[in-house]
């Protein structure tokens, strides 16, 4: 038999397919846009406008290329958890530890949104790293 995957793990494993195919929609609407943007900045014609088109077109693209690589890593990480495999709990690990980390830097500026993915990813974290039912099926 397969092994036995704990519920919670198969919930965090959909929750970053999900996760996974909002972003990767993002990275194509924001490629669409970039193209799009850069358009509309250059009908105006005037040097400045195509300068300030093309870095808004690059900014827009570099955010989508981040978007798609987030995408593809948390439908890799959430297969992987659904498959019980030990490299996807340790990156998902790592992954909400840089979440809180991150969240943590925009407290100030958004305490409840923060303060609500700091618990968020907490959570995920610490039950993916500390479960025993977790810590078992992965051992095996």
């Known amino acids: 038999g397969g092994k036995s995957i704990p519920t919670g793990v198969k919930v965090i494993a959909v929750l970053l397919w999900i996760a996974a195919f ?7 609407l924001l490629f669409l846009g970039a193209g799009f943007a850069e358009e509309i900045l250059k009908a105006g014609g005037e040097e400045l406008k195509d300068i300030s088109a093309g870095l808004l077109g690059g900014v827009i693209a570099i955010i989508g290329i981040i ?3 987030f995408g593809i890593l948390y ?3 959430g297969r992987g958890l659904w498959k019980g495999k030990q490299l996807a ?8 530890a840089l979440w809180v980390l991150w969240s943590l830097t925009t407290l100030v500026q958004s305490p409840v949104g923060s303060l609500f993915w700091i618990i968020v990813y907490g959570v995920i974290g610490g039950y993916l790293w500390f479960n025993k039912n977790v810590k078992a099926a992965f051992a095996r």
């Open 22 to 28: 909002v972003l990767i929609l993002l990275a194509l």
């Open 67 to 69: 978007s798609l690589v």
């Open 75 to 77: 439908a890799f990480v």
């Open 89 to 96: 709990r340790i990156v998902a690990i790592v992954l909400a």
